[in-house]
């Protein structure tokens, strides 16, 4: 989670920076202003800031803080590891981890005040974490409602309740809260988002019924905090609609009120005359059409690029090019045309995504290109692009107070 952009590397004698190069340019008022739309969106419901997977590729500690100041109430990560990292950065917020396996540190989480997610086997863990530990648990426990990943079954569900009831009643932990996840919420047209609210409901019961008093029953992803006010329930979960994304086909960010919070950008790094038929990149799947100008752009797959994206969007001194010829590891090709200066674009900025609002390439664009989602196209900027945040520093003072009145920090 430590990008080279952190070591600032500038050269004050020649005046550039490099990391103008290339980086993945993160805008932290956007992020404060999606979350607020968010809220506005869910409440009553509080709203769980998503930050899993390094914040979808957007920097999961400075994201995590700005989610926080602009009203989050809490965190959520995939895995322990990636909470013990934000609990490190000194972020004490309520902090829930989803996703485990036999080799889960479940007793840092505990030592570390993280709520931990638990589907069934996970509990047997839980308690000899908190054993150890001498501090109790606090549990989530998710139910299955039609997604089929992880989760109980709503068969076993009786049994599991039962079971951390039992623990609950001995003092090794606390069911703080119940939860599912939704399998088709981006398609508002579909059934299955009423099965799975049915099941969840059915779920809740049977917990009451056993004497669960969970302070947060959720529910919600992005989607469902747009279009389903039904299932906000007391918390929704909220990823990409933080990020300014929208998880609709066919509704853009604008339309929803969200402002994408990545920008990706870098520097022409060639530009040059060739004649017509000049065959382009690995596999000269390209040639041009006439005598043309080639731009080259340096990134690529190994910067996070979809290698299948060709045809995905550069904009360059105003105008936008599709990437001709295969993306390759380092470096992809835009043709600017014939009427183009060769050594005029030298150094030009070129942008591949962004936030959309002046008419730019759009992250939603390159996911068209390669037949994917825009979740994938932000979260899987490799670290070799420098993060750079911007309007930072209206983030949240870092909780040192609040870490040292409470919970133990690793
Ligand atoms: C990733 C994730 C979310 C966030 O989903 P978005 O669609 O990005 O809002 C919520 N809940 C769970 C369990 C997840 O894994």
Known sequence: M??????????????????????AVIDLDAIRHNVRRLAAAASPAKVMAVVKADAYGHGAVPVARAALEAGASWLGVAHISEALALRAAGIDAPL??????????????????????????????????????????????????GLGRNGSTMANWDTLVGEAMEYQDQGLLRVVGIFSHLAVADEPERPETDHQLAAFREALAVA?????????????????????PDTHFDL???????YGLSPFDGQSS????????????????????????QGVSYGLHYRTEGAS?????????????????????????????PVVGRIAMDQMVIDLGPEAPAAG??????????????????????????????YEIVTRISPRVPRRFVHEENTIARPVAAAAGGKAVL
């Open 2 to 23: 430590t990008y080279p952009a952190s070591t600032g590397e500038s050269d004050a004698t020649s005046g550039q920076d490099y990391r103008y190069e290339r980086s």
């Open 96 to 145: 829930l981890a989803w996703l485990h396996t036999t080799d889960s540190n479940f007793g840092a989480a505990v030592a570390s005040g993280v709520d931990i997610g638990c589907s069934g086997w996970e509990l047997d863990r839980i308690v000899a974490a908190a054993r150890e530990q001498e501090r109790p648990a606090r549990i989530h426990l998710k139910v299955d409602t």
């Open 208 to 228: 009451e019924d056993a004497g669960v008093d969970p302070e947060v029953r959720h529910l919600a992803n992005t989607p469902a905090t747009l279009s389903r």
């Open 236 to 242: 929704v979960r909220v990823g990409l609609g933080i």
């Open 254 to 277: 604008a339309e929803l009120g969200l402002q994408p919070a990545m920008s990706l950008r870098t520097k022409v790094s060639q530009c040059k005359h060739v004649p017509e038929g």
């Open 293 to 321: 100008t080639l731009g080259l752009i340096p990134v690529g797959y190994a910067d996070g690029i979809p290698r299948v994206a060709t045809g995905g969007p550069v904009r360059v001194a105003g105008k936008t090019y």
């Open 345 to 374: 674009l030298l150094g030009a900025e070129a942008e591949l995504f962004g936030s959309g609002a002046d008419g730019g390439p759009t992250a939603d664009d390159w996911a068209r290109a390669a037949g994917t989602i825009n």
